[in-house]
């Protein structure tokens, strides 16, 4: 009887493991294609409304997951002081199946409980015509310069999809950022560079040192200047960030590898690399056609990063008007590989950050996030790491424990694997429970004599 109470021991163990056993297959069977895009971990979901009355309230110092249908126009509403300057940022993603062309967008504009625009700006996916994430951004400016949206009051965020004939229907994701800046005391600078040091640096050389890219602004990998390697698959966008302190000036590369496949055809935009400031506003972008050899496409230095900046009329210039994490981003068209391959393709970026830093102007407040326009020891020391963190992403490296952040993304596959496992057996346990419940039961009822020889009675220890 010892054995036959053993035998269902084990018959009962045996369930239980087929159950677990066919709990992943069950779960990886329902799980919708990944994201191209990492969302911030403590992005709000918000619903963007169709009229000024229904717009939910933005915080400034706070990230958002939305989306947009096509065609769509949404409201978001926002609380101002009349101290502050409020940068607002829409990156749309796109599926990596869908269907964009030349003019398809998102526009964001900022404007007033009169129905005033404050300021607005867009992004297109231009000449490449290829899914990606892209980011436009508005600003609310105050200070002796600004002669419209000065007020404190009810401000509404405005976001647009501009469609062209030919895109697809399907309803893009949307991160939100809001960010303040503080005024300055009086005195500050105002009047914009006219020259500066515009001659492109020598590109670092040497060894690369390989880093893989985030897919996103959430979890882009931190780089210094240097050599850095990394692969990338048709279709898809890595993102990389840099921290530049005021003073300084970032320029970068990115080189293609050659394609061992291949031979007489041409993809035009096949390699796109943007550069966009702490609030996530694009600065400007380079991109290189590939004919199977290896391409490169430049960023040159703009002016080194001022407050006084922001006065400049040439957009590139007004954008660097702040120290921060600044951004490179870099996609391959999907073309890519109906030409080359599906395979992944060599990158190599070179990196450079030239000027000594300088002091920061004189805010009068904080920034929200706090540490937004600013260079700190600990932003240096990510950046030697290669730290994934930026402002919703995880903490401290790359998420495997590996603080040289030099891994291959093994950290998520590991958490997955913890997450399984803890998972089951803690079904496992719960079965074996139950089983162990309802046998005593069994014995309590039937009596103690019974008991010892019920095949229901409680499983021997283990």
């Not at 990156?91 to 409980?113: C, F, I, N, R």
């Not at 009086?186 to 590109?203: E, H, I, L, R, Y």
């Not at 990998?221 to 990338?232: F, K, N, P, S, Y």
């Not at 019974?450 to 220890?461: I, L, M, N, R």
Request: with cysteine.
């Amino acid at each position: 009887m010892g054995r036959l109470r053993r035998g269902r021991v084990a018959l009962a163990a045996g369930a239980a493991l087929c159950v677990v056993a066919a709990v992943p297959g069950r779960a990886a069977a329902d799980t919708p294609t990944p994201s191209p895009y990492v969302f911030a971990d403590r992005a709000v979901p918000v619903e963007g409304a169709k009229n000024s009355m229904g717009a939910v309230k933005l915080t400034p110092g706070s990230t958002y997951k939305s989306s947009l249908a096509r065609g769509g126009k949404v409201y978001y509403q926002l609380q101002l002081d009349a101290r502050e300057t409020v940068y607002v940022s829409a990156t749309a993603v796109p599926g990596l199946d869908a269907k964009v062309v030349y003019g398809d967008g998102v526009e964001v504009s900022l404007q007033d409980a009169n129905g005033n625009r404050c300021n607005s700006g867009d992004a297109r996916f231009g000449t490449a015509q290829s899914p990606r994430p892209i980011t436009a951004w508005a600003v609310r400016a105050v200070g002796p310069a600004e002669n419209r949206c000065k007020v404190a009051g009810t401000y509404y965020v405005v976001v647009e999809r501009n469609s062209d004939p030919g895109s697809s229907t399907q309803t893009w994701d949307t991160e939100l950022r809001v960010v303040s800046e503080p005024g300055v005391a009086k005195g500050a600078p105002m009047t914009p560079p006219d020259a500066w040091n515009s001659a492109s640096p020598t590109p670092p050389t040497g060894m690369r040192k390989e880093r893989r890219g985030g897919t996103g602004f959430n979890d882009a990998r931190a780089l210094r200047a240097g050599v850095w390697g990394d692969r990338i698959e048709p279709g898809q966008t890595l993102f990389y960030r840099v921290p530049v302190d005021w003073g300084q000036q970032l320029s970068a590369s990115a080189e293609l590898g050659s394609a061992s496949g291949g031979g007489g055809e041409y993809v035009t935009s096949a390699l796109v690399m943007s550069r966009s400031n702490p609030v996530r506003a694009r600065i400007d972008d380079a991109d290189t056609a590939y004919d199977g050899q290896q391409k490169s496409a430049t960023l040159e230095p703009l002016a080194p990063v001022a407050y006084e900046n922001r006065y400049s009329p040439v957009d590139g210039v007004a954008a660097t008007r702040f120290a921060g994490w600044y951004y490179l981003s870099v996609h391959l068209n999907p073309k890519v590989a109906r030409e080359f391959g599906k395979g992944p393709l060599g990158l190599t970026l070179r990196v450079n950050v030239d000027g000594a830093a300088k002091k920061a102007p004189a805010y009068v407040g904080t920034a929200r996030p706090s540490d937004e326009f600013s260079v700190t020891g600990q932003d240096k020391d990510a950046a030697v790491r290669g730290d994934t963190s930026a402002g919703g992403g995880s903490e401290g490296g790359d998420g495997s424990g590996n603080g040289d952040g030099d891994g291959d993304g093994d950290g998520d596959g590991m958490k997955l694997v913890a997450a399984g496992g803890f998972g089951a057996g803690t079904l496992l346990l719960m079965i074996l429970g139950v089983w162990t419940v309802i046998g005593r039961r069994r014995a309590g009822r039937a009596g103690r004599a019974a008991a010892a020889d019920s095949p229901y009675g409680p499983p021997t220890a283990w």
